[in-house]
């Protein structure tokens, strides 16, 4: 913790004043005490002449005598007067000096006083940052315990759903075949958007678990497009995959396959109802794999590029609103991406011009 500074009291200004004080003992002390030792030299030189003119038996004049005596008081006479008038002087310059060196010392006051008040309103802003991020984390922890709890009483909806639609427990009306074919999708679009958060949470709290083993790129890609396969084929999207080398990564093959996934699914929501297209390219570069997803969709405009990975950002367009979504999914693919020690990123020409999403991975070094 850093201690109030002190300005120091200015010394010149003391010196200023002390240096007046020695002039006060001269003018006071020092002149009075050359006039008195001249008038003393001089009776001493005039009394032994007298006395030498007397012895003599010369007549006496003392006329010169007087003449340096009204000399002598006279001189006394002005020293006293300009002695007087310097005092004056000296006192008021003093008195000036004085003033000054207060007003120094207020100012000095008030500036420690600035000081320590900046200090302390700094302490105070550290303590509410400090309070911030503890109110944030409570709140994250928060969440992922509500999320959490919110998956339980789901899982027993999805099950009779599912016993329900089996027809085990007997058949159904067309009309009730519907009603719980919907209840079915909003209860696993609710499961999803639990994962999600979940996911969110506890990537921003640091406890996203990962079970990281070696694994080929090119077996993960594989295996995500063919579980794709049948949406890409009922929606007509063609899907190209390119793989220039097959590199292994230290990473947890569940959540790669939901990164991928989730680009995938992203591109297949924004191509073309008509001659959608899909590639997956695997390169790698120095010590790092890289996968790009690229599409011939909407494209991003460049402003966007960066905020799609802040968590519930959506670009606000017609085809957004249309496909729903929650705005988490790249966010999540960000934090398992950096988990990794890897990178990603989306690039766009711009609206109309296809989007490209490109995430890379560290490359095992015996590839
Ligand atoms: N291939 C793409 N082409 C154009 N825009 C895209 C593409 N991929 C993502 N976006 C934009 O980025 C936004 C964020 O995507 P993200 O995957 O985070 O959320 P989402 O798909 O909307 O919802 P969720 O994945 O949580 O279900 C999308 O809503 C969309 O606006
Ligand atoms: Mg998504």
């Known amino acids: 913790m850093e201690s109030v500074q002190y300005i120091p009291i200015v010394d010149s200004e003391e010196k200023k004043i002390v240096s007046t004080k020695s002039s006060v003992a001269i003018i006071k002390f020092v002149i009075p005490l050359v006039a008195v030792t001249l008038i003393m030299i001089g009776s001493i030189f005039l009394i032994d002449h007298y006395s030498k003119v007397t012895q003599k038996g010369a007549p006496e004049d003392l006329t010169p005598f007087y003449i340096f005596f009204a000399t002598l008081m006279a001189l006394l006479a002005i020293i006293f007067v300009v002695n007087a008038n310097l005092m004056k002087l000296v006192n008021i310059r003093t008195r000036e000096l004085q003033a000054e060196r207060d007003m120094l010392q207020r100012q000095n006051e008030e500036k420690?006083?600035?000081?320590g008040?900046?200090?302390?309103?700094?302490?105070?802003?550290?303590?509410?940052?400090?309070?911030?991020?503890?109110?944030?984390?409570?709140?994250?922890?928060?969440?992922?315990?509500?999320?959490?709890?919110?998956?339980?009483?789901?899982?027993?909806?999805k099950g009779y759903v599912d016993l329900l639609l089996s027809k085990n427990l007997g058949s159904l009306t067309d009309d009730q075949k519907h009603m719980i074919e919907l209840i079915q999708s909003s209860s696993k679009s609710l499961i999803r958007l639990i994962q999600d958060l979940l996911d969110v949470q506890k990537t921003e709290l640091g406890q996203?678990?990962?079970?990281?083993?070696?694994?080929?790129?090119?077996?993960?890609?594989s295996s995500t497009v063919s579980k794709i396969q049948p949406d890409l084929e009922g929606k007509r999207i063609s899907v190209k995959v390119i793989l220039q080398?097959?590199?292994?990564?230290?990473?947890?093959?569940?959540?790669?396959?939901?990164?991928?996934?989730?680009?995938?699914?992203?591109?297949?929501?924004?191509?073309?109802?008509?001659?959608?297209?899909?590639?997956?390219?695997?390169?790698?570069?120095?010590?790092?794999?890289e996968i790009i997803v690229k599409d011939n969709?909407?494209?991003?405009?460049?402003?966007?590029?960066?905020?799609?990975?802040?968590?519930?950002?959506?670009?606000d367009t017609s085809r957004t609103r249309e496909r729903g979504g929650s705005?988490?999914?790249?966010?999540?693919?960000?934090?398992?991406?950096?988990?990794?020690?890897?990178?990603?990123?989306?690039?766009?020409?711009?609206?109309?011009?296809?989007?490209?999403?490109?995430f890379t991975l560290p490359m095992l070094q015996s590839d």
């Open 208 to 221: 996203l678990k990962l079970d990281k083993q070696k694994t080929y790129l090119s077996g993960i890609i």
């Open 297 to 315: 969709g909407t494209g991003i405009r460049n402003e966007d590029l960066e905020k799609l990975f802040v968590k519930f950002y959506q670009v």
């Open 112 to 115: 420690t006083q600035l000081i």
């Open 327 to 358: 705005g988490l999914g790249l966010s999540i693919c960000k934090g398992i991406v950096e988990n990794h020690g890897g990178k990603i990123w989306a690039e766009s020409k711009g609206t109309g011009m296809g989007a490209e999403f490109h």
């Open 117 to 157: 008040k900046s200090q302390t309103l700094e302490r105070q802003l550290q303590k509410s940052l400090y309070d911030l991020k503890k109110a944030e984390r409570s709140k994250d922890e928060f969440v992922a315990m509500i999320t959490h709890e919110l998956k339980a009483p789901l899982s027993p909806i």
């Open 245 to 289: 080398n097959n590199p292994s990564c230290l990473c947890d093959e569940i959540r790669i396959d939901q990164v991928l996934t989730n680009l995938i699914l992203n591109s297949m929501d924004f191509v073309p109802k008509e001659n959608g297209e899909i590639s997956i390219t695997l390169i790698s570069k120095n010590d790092m794999a």
